[in-house]
């Protein structure tokens, strides 16, 4: 069973760089079945698609936030990671690392099979 672990700061100033780490269990982030992706859901909002990082190791993200938004991932430790630039209390949302398979539409939420238990994020001077 894949399990996956959000960590990061739960507070974060206006203008600096959120950096989250999901830690995956149960599965290899190498493997050519998954993608691997950060949602999140700001409060009052529905769930938002960040962006992915797909089998080959290349990145997709929502077009909103591709110019603050980067993922990669370390094989080594199983990892996943999201650095989000120059936040704004707009930011602040419930950030989840979530996994799924090759062939479903991984720009929708709903289509993720596996995921983190969230952690929140505030941003706020």
């Known amino acids: 069973q894949v399990q996956l672990v959000e960590s990061g700061p739960g507070l974060v100033k206006p203008s600096q760089t959120l950096s989250l780490t999901c830690t995956v269990s149960?599965?290899?982030?190498?493997?050519?079945?998954?993608?691997w992706a950060w949602i999140r859901h700001p409060p009052g909002a529905d769930m938002e698609w960040m962006g992915v990082?797909?089998?080959?190791?290349?990145?997709y993200y929502s077009p909103p936030l591709k110019s603050r938004t980067s993922i990669s991932r370390d094989a080594f430790k199983n990892q996943f990671t999201l650095q989000l630039e120059s936040v704004t209390p707009e930011d602040t949302a419930v950030y989840y690392c979530?996994?799924?398979?090759?062939?479903?539409?991984?720009?929708?939420?709903?289509?993720?099979?596996?995921w983190g238990q969230g952690t929140q994020v505030t941003v706020s001077s």
């Open positions: 990082i797909d089998p080959s190791g290349v990145t």
């Open positions: 979530a996994r799924t398979s090759v062939g479903r539409s991984w720009t929708l939420p709903d289509e993720y099979e596996d």
């Open positions: 149960g599965a290899p982030i190498l493997a050519g079945n998954s993608y």
